[in-house]
């Protein structure tokens, strides 16, 4: 595997992973915020609060993917 394939992939996993966090914190999933990963990070936050911490931890993790993406070795 090149170097460019292997920052492609990461890039396309921190998108993924990115605009899942920010789907669930607009959409308030509750699936998610009731998982056990999710309560151990926001367990003594309000939902609101913690939507609104998802939703920057996405924003975070979705600019990561594209400035991965932007910067793949040749």
């Not at 939902?47 to 040749?74: F, K, M, Q, S």
């Amino acid at each position: 595997m090149t170097p460019s394939t292997a920052s492609r992939i990461l890039a396309v996993l921190f998108l993924i992973s990115g605009s899942l966090s920010l789907l669930a914190a607009v959409t308030g999933w509750d699936w998610f915020f009731r998982s056990y990963n999710v309560r151990i990070l926001t367990g003594q936050l309000k939902r609101g609060h913690a939507r609104i911490l998802y939703a920057l931890i996405g924003l975070v993790i979705i600019a990561a993917g594209r400035y991965t993406w932007t910067n793949i070795p040749e």
